[in-house]
Each structure stands twice: as structure tokens, then as C-alpha cells.
């Protein structure tokens, strides 16, 4: 059974950090892309592909988040992290780690909790003006 688990998510004002965590089990694919989709604002259910890893390494970000986000993978661990700095009022979104079905990601917008990925539970990230 495929189980993705998050925690870390909150409040903060603008301008600080937050660090999400997603331990990821029982994935199909060893060398998986795993990455983080957040919803759309004002749209439940719509989810915008944010950042991804896979397994060489290499990392993609949607441009507003460069420079601002790091995403990174301890594999011993089965866990992927989504460092936040520079936090704006406009990255207040429910926040979702996943990992595609295929094993790698296509699409920059999808259905959150749809049939492309397996999802966790969402972590709420709010951020303050």
C-alpha cells in the first residue's frame, strides 16, 4: 500500500519559513519523481504542480517559488522536504505531496487528489500580511 504522509504545515507571517515533510512508502517505482502540488486559490478542486525532484536529482520549480523554495530528498529516510523561505501571502494554499502513477510528472495542473498521482493528506500553509 502506497502511503504519503505530511506534516509541518502552518501559520506564519510574511517573510518567514516553514519546512514540509513527506515520508513516502510503498511507491511502485524506486527511482520515482516525487514533487508538491498546491490549490489553486479559489478553486478546491485544482492543484498547481509547484516543485519536483527525481531520482538524479535534478529539481523543477514553478517560477514565482525560485529562489524562495528548496525542495530535497533524504532517501534513507523515504522522505521529501519542501523548504519554504520568503514566505508571501500569496503561497497560502493547502499543500499536497505526491508522487505520479506513470513514476514521473507531466502535467503543471491537475485535479487535486486525482487519478495521475498518489497524494497525501494536505498540510495547510497560511501566510500573513
Known amino acids: 500500500e502506497v502511503q504519503l504522509v505530511e506534516s509541518g504545515g502552518g501559520s506564519v507571517q510574511a517573510g518567514g519559513s516553514l519546512t514540509l515533510s513527506c515520508t513516502a512508502t510503498?511507491?511502485?517505482?524506486?527511482?520515482?519523481?516525487l514533487g508538491w502540488y498546491r490549490q489553486v486559490s479559489g478553486k478546491d478542486d485544482e492543484c498547481e504542480l509547484v516543485?519536483?525532484?527525481?531520482?538524479?536529482?535534478?529539481?523543477y520549480y514553478v517560477d514565482s517559488l525560485k529562489g524562495r523554495f528548496t525542495i530535497s530528498q533524504d532517501n534513507a529516510k523515504n522522505t521529501l522536504y519542501l523548504q519554504m523561505n520568503s514566505l508571501k501571502p500569496e503561497d497560502t494554499a493547502v499543500y499536497y505531496c505526491?508522487?505520479?502513477?506513470?513514476?514521473?510528472?507531466?502535467?503543471?495542473?491537475?485535479?487535486?487528489?486525482?487519478?495521475?498521482?498518489?497524494w497525501g493528506q494536505g498540510t495547510q500553509v497560511t501566510v500573513s500580511s
Open positions: 516543485s519536483t525532484i527525481s531520482s538524479d536529482g535534478s529539481t
Open positions: 510503498g511507491l511502485p517505482y524506486d527511482d520515482s519523481d
Open positions: 505526491a508522487a505520479p502513477i506513470s513514476g514521473s510528472f507531466y502535467d503543471g495542473f491537475t485535479t487535486c487528489r486525482g487519478v495521475s498521482a498518489y
